[in-house]
T-cell receptor, first 116, second 109 residues
């Protein structure tokens, strides 16, 4: 199956610093990528939809100035958590949609962010 | 996206078939039914998807009712490694892909 690589898998940062998370589709092109966050024992919550070459569409309640998404190429999207605070600690997951024929979405392995 | 309803939890004996139901009565005509599972602290894993016909692959079978308002994911011989949260999603092309609460399947020895 198609591979989506998410990096880093774990990151610990100090409060007030920014953290960048990368999501790459390794063997297919993805016009659309999704970003999710997940709190313990909860489902994945969609944060934003990222389309290559255009601005991301954010879900209600998600601050676009805090969660900066860039989808500059068909194989790479990045999520930057700006000025992170402890409440931003969470599990962040990306997915990339492969189109052409049957549409399928493949997920990265997730990034565990801890802000101290 | 179709709103989906799944039981919050299910148990299954190892080696037996696990049948996970999903209600998606609001699914639109062009939305596929996708199933993913998530093992603790990992990204979701694709299992199977279908539109109208029943589907089978090396992991599971998907049975979709004729009216497409519900479906059942079947793991024919559940193993302990199948313990996970299973999500059913209605999705089409580049629409937003949203997850419901899913079903926590526990396979017991």
């Amino acid at each position: 199956g198609a591979v989506v690589s998410q990096h880093p898998s774990r990151v610990i940062c100090k409060s007030g610093t920014s953290v960048k998370i990368e999501c790459r589709s390794l063997d297919f092109q993805a016009t659309t990528m999704f970003w999710y966050r997940q709190f313990p024992k909860q489902s994945l919550m969609l944060m934003a939809t990222s389309n290559e070459g255009s601005k991301a569409t954010y879900e209600q309640g998600v601050e676009k100035d805090k969660f900066l998404i860039n989808h500059a190429s068909l194989t790479l999207s990045t999520l930057t958590v700006a000025s992170a605070h402890p409440e931003d600690s969470s599990f962040y997951i990306c997915s990339a949609v492969r189109t052409g024929g049957l549409t399928e979405a493949f997920f990265g392995q997730g990034t565990r962010l801890t802000v101290v | 996206d179709a709103k989906t309803t799944q039981p919050p939890s299910m148990d299954c004996a190892e080696g037996r078939a696990a049948n996970l139901p999903c209600n998606h009565s609001t699914i639109s005509g062009n939305e596929y039914v996708y199933w993913y599972r998530q093992i603790h602290s990992q990204g979701p894993q694709y299992i199977i998807h279908g539109l109208k016909n029943n589907e089978t692959n090396e992991m599971a079978s998907l049975i979709i009712t004729e009216d497409r308002k519900s479906s059942t994911l079947i793991l024919p011989h559940a193993t302990l490694r199948d313990t996970a949260v299973y999500y059913c999603i209605g999705y089409y092309n580049n629409n937003d892909m949203r997850f419901g609460a899913g079903t926590r399947l526990t396979v017991k020895p």
